[in-house]
């Protein structure tokens, strides 16, 4: 590609996005997660899900009055109870989540998103006789209430896209585990502040 067709194309990019009405609001998020661990029903494991941590700090661009996107980064700590024959296990997860969404705005009140985001696991209490990921991929939607500018609730859900725990048949102790994986899912209410 030539210097005047890359310039051309710069100018136009820049004018067509330029033309675009633009505004932004930050917005912190307090709140909390209900976590869960899909097991993918296996007959090993019951599960109980548990409450914990949420905060975020998101910034979201109105290309319009009825759509935009929100990238933003979130830490949530993820709490699950795993019911064994042997014993029962307190799994926490702790993550940095890097969500995209688009969000689609039919009142001043009310809004919309859904998108994918990013997991990146800080640490957790998962023994060496599992193999944990530390990458995992979600999808997200969520519903958000903004009765006045400064204050809103969010509530939302994700659903793991990949496995976050994989296990092999193998025992440990006196406990034989079989082949399998399990994927975060987790509900999540929040406390918005709106910084614009």
Avoid: C
């Amino acid at each position: 590609m030539s210097f005047l067709k890359i310039k051309s194309f710069v100018v136009v990019s820049m004018l067509v996005f330029g033309s675009i009405s633009v505004w932004a609001q930050p917005t912190i998020k307090i709140g909390g997660t209900y976590a869960d661990l899909d097991l993918n029903d296996n007959a090993l494991f019951d599960v109980t899900s548990n409450p914990n941590l949420f905060l975020g700090l998101h910034y979201q661009l109105f290309f319009t009055d009825v759509i935009g996107i929100e990238p933003g980064i979130t830490y949530q700590r993820l709490t699950s109870t795993l019911k064994t024959p042997i014993a029962d296990f307190k799994l926490n997860r702790d993550y940095i989540g890097i969500p995209v969404l688009i969000k689609i705005i039919p009142n001043s009140i009310l809004s919309f998103g859904g998108g994918v985001q990013a997991g990146f696991l800080m640490k957790d209490n998962l023994s060496d006789n599992f193999e944990n990921k530390n990458f995992t991929l979600s999808g997200q939607l969520q519903a958000t209430f903004n009765p006045v500018q400064q204050f809103g609730i969010e509530l939302g859900y994700n659903f793991g896209f990949t496995p976050y725990i994989e296990f092999t048949n193998k025992e440990v102790g006196d406990f034989q585990f079989q082949n399998g994986d399990g994927s975060n899912k987790y509900f999540y209410a929040a406390f918005l502040i709106n910084l614009r």
